[in-house]
């Protein structure tokens, strides 16, 4: 079947955003006005779970008026075809938002206008960094009290580090709001209802624009006063991409053309030279059209970003797969959902052509998978298609062996896609079925949530036996505990949240072991000396193999490495895993009939305990960057607080009309705080967290929790 949509006129794109800027509402409105869907469900309407909005249509999203999983839906636009993914906005669901942008090709960033950039803003644009994601902001809420254009370009630009190009300024806000400015074609785009079918009138821009909408307030004057300044900075910028047109410009005095900016803008915007900002209210359904008018004009189709990288089975860059139907095919499973369909593995095709029925290989795994059935998900619905080409991103019904990050590929010509890199889980509690009949049932669909979601960890503690299910947050691990009871049928019990607490060394120490027994027959012999040193926060664990003349035998050395990395993950002062120090083999001995590997993995398990006894063991605690945004009236209460939490304020930020206080406070301080916050305000404070790093807990807090630890055992 030949290709439906130009790899042209395709653009993949994802909506992401700090929680409650307006993605899920942008999106409805985006499907509304592509004619993908004939009504409009706003968030606040779905909390009776009778309705819900098209991307947000798990019970647990209904209920808590947030994105837990990211949804993939199209639309088409001026002849384009936009596959969008909404993704959550809270930092417990950001493995959604990252294995979206390792797959797409540009992003809508959504920002509230009150709040400007918040934390979460933050992780997702450093994600998006990372997989070198083209963006562009929309400016979002600017029908709400506090509303500031101006205030949220500039935290783009100083807390984003970003170079914002503003494309339209906005007219009006809070209740006045009216429209924008289109900078490019220099006309006022205004509407006087906020009907979702109202059209908008297009105005010459003149000199009475203020006075004929009824603008008073200052900060709506400064917008339309800085209108020649911000049309000035965007010609210059954006011919900036251009000589040709930047010397036109120069030679003849002559404004370019909208068709030439647009052109300069596109070239910007693809290599992340600058980023164009809109502004809107979704909600109010003001400036949506725009923003899709943008997506078409300014976003990347596949064929104009990067060639995917390939990696060696290390992870190595090898080469590069171009993205054309031509090429062999290769694809990325970036996501699996336990679905009423059965598995369903998502992916993004990069390359070449995929049809049912055919026998493709999984490279990340060396198995085979047969393709079955083809779906393209529009949210929860599944849509069936016979194949899939470069530049699609769709769903596969019940494979078998594969996982998130897996590539699946032609077999007659092998890649390795680039992978994912996805966090560490860093709180932990005990799971267990309501009733005991129901074991297996729970333990099956634990199983398949854990496969479902990268961010979650499932193990057994060595020494109570209990499930202990790691998370990002207690919300994360909630959410998960629900979704078993309406995905699965299967009820659970979750114990108090635990902090993922780590151990490590404070100075090196230099250890040799003997291991010797002998029982009658062939003993056992082995020995090692082994150098441990710390080493730089976050740096893991290096072994290294420094014997020479064959002290220890080459086949061996392996068996060392093993015992070390074995030994580890249960440390010496409360058998939490070891991190951030080196391991040198520097010498050992061997016997020719009683040493073997196994006599060598032993040595260097218990090398590893004697000597990071006499290395200094500290505790490391997951400590987290936390922001309250609080009214100035409790301002003082909510600074003691993290004080007494153990918390470092590292500065107050003004959030519209309330202040925001940043600071890193210790994860096993802030279990419940949510709960006191709001008593100590009255309600009126919110706020929010992400990981941030690990640092040494102090020696009375360590030495409860290795006290808590004895007796437990």
Known sequence: ???????????????????????????????????????????????????????????????????????????????????????????????????????????????????????????????????????????????????????????????????????????????????????????????FSDDKDSKWEIWEITDDLASKLNLTVKEDLDNIESIPALRSELVDTALEMDEAAMEAYLESGEEPSPEVLRACIRKGTITSTFTPVLCGSSYKNKGVQQVLDAVVDFLPAPTDVEAIKTVDEDGNPNGERLSSDDAPFSALAFKVLNDTYGSLTFVRVYSGVLTKGMSVLNTTRGKREKIGRMVEMFAAQANPIEEARAGDIIALVSLQETDTGDTLCDAAHPVILERMRFPDPVISVSVEPKTKGEQEKFSIALGKMVRADPSLRLETDRETGQTILRGMGELHLEVTLDRLRTEFGVEGNMGKPQVAYRETITKPVEYTYTHKKQTGGSGQFAEVKIIFAPLERGEGFVFKDETVGGTVPREYVPSVQKGLEMQKEEGVLASYPTVDFSARLVDGKYHDVDSNALTFEIAAKACFREALKQAGPILLEPVMKVEVVTPDDYLGDVIGDVNRRRGTVLGQLERGTNIAVEAHVPLNEMFGYIGQLRGMTSGRASYSMEFSHYEPVPRNVTDEIVAGRSKAA
């Open 1 to 191: 079947m030949p290709r439906q949509t130009p790899l042209s006129d395709i653009r993949n794109i994802g909506i992401i955003a700090h929680v409650d800027a307006g993605k899920t509402t942008t999106t409805e409105r985006i499907l509304y006005y592509t004619g993908r869907k004939h009504t409009i469900i706003d968030v606040h309407e779905t909390k009776d779970l009778k309705s819900s909005t098209t991307t947000d249509y798990m019970e647990q999203e209904q209920k808590r008026g947030i994105t837990i999983q990211s949804a993939a839906v199209s639309a088409f636009w001026r002849g384009k075809k936009i596959n969008v993914i909404d993704t959550p906005g809270h930092v417990d669901f950001t493995i959604e938002v990252n294995r979206s942008l390792r797959v797409l090709d540009g992003a809508v960033v959504v920002f509230d206008g009150v709040a400007g950039v918040e934390p979460q803003s933050e992780t997702n644009w450093r994600l998006a960094d990372n997989y070198n994601v083209p963006r562009m902001c929309y400016v979002n809420k600017m029908d709400r009290s506090g509303a500031n254009f101006r205030r949220c370009v500039d935290m783009i630009k100083t807390r984003l580090g970003a170079r914002p190009l503003c494309l339209q300024v906005p007219l009006g806000s809070e209740d006045n709001f009216r429209g924008m400015v289109d900078l490019i074609e220099m006309k006022a785009y205004v509407w």
